[in-house]
């Protein structure tokens, strides 16, 4: 008796929600190198943040690659035939790959100083790219259908909500002392951190009156040292503390925005972090 003992782990560990936050910032990032040909206040940005997209999906890219126990594995990504299409992380290794060679092309033409259509074009087709990244760690979750919290289709949307939230906090420090970027990116990180404010009320609603599991999941994501990181970081001083904080009048100068940019970018991490990790705590219960 007692000599086969299960012990229950956690099958995504906390590397993936570095990725994640990474991830996200990259295409918030894009958005922003994109907006930049919409927006003539962007324009000071739109080399910068490009540059910092391409160097966090590098950095990304070799947290992945790390996290495999063959690391040379990820030259099959680069194989079509040994891809299987029907998985959504093949999707999204596709998507990585095509999004970092549209983004070095896009990048050699504004060394090249090259502002002509062309440019715009490539800046465009790195955008759209750039929105599947969070669509697919977002649906790489939504798939796991017996996971509380995660299965849900709203979870591709939170994690858009976050990718333009994480990189308009990144823009606005960027910024620096531009005015009129400044005011534009006001409006970015507020609407946008907002909209996960409203996605969290929404996920923490339907999840506490849900079934057992689900209960158990809500109870797991607001207590103990989960619930601090969720409720007390996450939701807390990097939601409701940064919107409140961009309504008052001192949000709107350059140094309530940066303290805003930077609890959003905290609480951004804290949330991808405990919603990763607290629906897997369950499993490792029973």
Known sequence: MGDYVWFHDVSWHASYAVYFFIIGIVAG?????????????????????AYGSIALLALGSLLLIADLSQPLRFLNILNPAYLHFTSPLAWGSLNIVAFGVVSVLYILA?????????TKLLATAAALLALGLPVYTGYDLTVHQSRPVWNTPIMPVLFVAL??????????????????A???????LLWSTA??????????????????AEELTFIILT??????????????AGTAAPVALLLAPFGKQ?????????????????????????????????
């Open 29 to 49: 990032l894009s958005f922003l190198s994109y907006g930049s040909w919409i927006t003539p206040a962007l324009r000071p940005l739109r080399e910068k943040a």
């Open 110 to 118: 504004l060394v090249k100083r090259d502002e002509s259509a062309r």
């Open 163 to 180: 990718a333009i939230a994480s990189g308009s906090a990144v823009g606005s420090l960027l910024a620096a002392g531009n005015e009129a």
């Open 182 to 188: 400044r005011r534009v990116l006001h409006q970015y």
């Open 195 to 212: 909209a996960v404010g409203v996605i969290l009320i929404s996920i923490l609603g339907t999840t506490n009156y849900g079934g057992a």
């Open 223 to 236: 207590t103990g040292t989960m619930g601090l990181v969720f409720v007390g970081i996450g939701i807390l």
């Open 254 to 286: 350059q140094g309530g925005l940066i303290v805003a940019s930077v609890l959003v970018l905290v609480g951004s991490a804290a949330l991808r972090y405990a919603l990763l990790m607290g629906p897997q705590q369950l499993q490792t219960l029973y």
